[in-house]
């Protein structure tokens, strides 16, 4: 599956292809109010919006491995 591919899903099938096909937990990070899960799914990752306070995924979004957000999972990924 390509990125472009994922992300022209809508929310609930993103949400099958995370969580329903095998993909790696890689970390998590905090950003504001939301906690955000890093997944590696093979040629991309996904990034899933998670909010305690309503205690629902609010956004799943896919990016690829020369995305700069993927540093900002660095922290976590140290702590290993």
């Known amino acids: 599956m390509t ?11 993103k949400g099958l292809i995370v969580f329903g ?15 955000l899960v890093l997944y590696d799914c093979g040629s991309f990752f996904a990034e899933v919006y998670y909010s305690p306070e309503g205690n ?6 896919g990016f690829a491995e020369d ?3 993927l540093d900002l999972y660095i922290d976590f990924m140290k702590t290993l």
Do not use: H, M, P, W
Request: net charge negative.
């Open 67 to 69: 995305d700069k957000r």
């Open 3 to 13: 990125l472009e591919f994922f992300n022209n899903l809508d929310f609930t099938e």
């Open 56 to 61: 629902e995924i609010t956004k799943i979004d």
């Open 21 to 35: 096909e095998g993909a790696s937990f890689v970390g998590f990070r905090y950003y504001y109010n939301q906690k």
